[in-house]
């Protein structure tokens, strides 16, 4: 392919021939639903993430919610969100009956402002979901510094499987933890995800939720003396299973995240370094004990600088065959939210700038040098 004909996709997944057969294998066991591949893949994200508890679901917004509902969220209890994030977060509030209640974010990280937590706290505040965003954790320290002992924290790091802060890996850091493994994510099963803790007692609730609110799963059922003695139902609970095809695929790719992450990582310095001196785009900030998981590389269109404006940006590199993403959206602009809440853009400025200037550039592990020189040339060539 040339140069001139190069097309450089913001993600793709990497996956191998060990997937492939992983996948066979499962097939031909006979065994296909939640089983002993997800077992397996549960195992290791537990172990690799240091804590006690993780159980495999559809999605990480199913992860989302059942983290919700095992901390007893409901109707009439108020959730923190912050206002730049995907829409998901704020969704599975809404679907707990509950009310989120937006706080803004620092664009210099572009996750939860800590400021702005103590004055959106009320007596109604049950939860709160940092975003660790693009893979990078959310300061869960100066989170939990203004939080009332009450507030139960449940961190949204669909983007940071791997990333860690102060040398704790990110799902060990509050409450309950939510990863993702969507194609765009390090690690991926397609659609999936997964629910972390060190809490027994939300680990039991979440394991029974996820599977109709069954006393025991389908596996133990079918495993044990009486498999044909149906479980019993204390109480109302959803089909979140991730399937062991699934879990196959996920076995295999956590035992390549830490390669996937330090790949990144290298490719990530080499952006920050090459792009140093365009002194209209602002490259991310790695503070310091962090370990950034490289979900993707944002960058920050400085609109005072550049020479165009992100939008037309994107434009004028798509036609290169480079392609770009917003970073993600502003919650509290989208129509769902900004009409039931009557909210302004203006009432979160960091969230609105994120929303305006932030620019995801490719970056993932089917990348090569010639793209990463390619999407470089690109960008200093505006």
Known sequence: MTQEARQIPIALPSIGEDEIVAVREALRSGWITQGPRVAEFESAFAVRHQVNHAFAVTSCTTATHLALVAAGVGPGDEVLVPAFTWVSTANVVIHCGAVPIFVDVDPATNNIMP???????????????????FGLCADIEAIKAVLPDHVVVIEDAACAAGASYHGRPAGSLGDIGAFSFHPRKSITT???????????????????LRNHGASISEEQRHNGPRPYILP?????????RMTDLQGAVGAIQIKKLDEFISERNNWAQHYMAQLADVDWLVTPKVPDNYSHAW????????????PTTRNEMMDKLQKTGVATRPGTHAVHMLGAYRDRFDIKPEDYPGALSCNNNTMAIPLHNKMIEEDYAYVIKAIKSI
């Open 190 to 208: 397609g659609e999936g995800g997964m629910v972390t803790t060190n809490n027994s007692e939300y680990a039991a609730r979440i394991d029974s």
């Open 115 to 133: 400021s702005d937590i103590a004055h959106r706290i009320t007596d109604r505040t049950k939860a709160i979901i940092p975003v660790h965003l």
């Open 295 to 306: 979900q993707s590389f944002v960058t920050f269109v400085n609109p005072d600088l550049s």
């Open 232 to 240: 019993e139902f204390e109480v109302v609970g959803f089909n979140y």
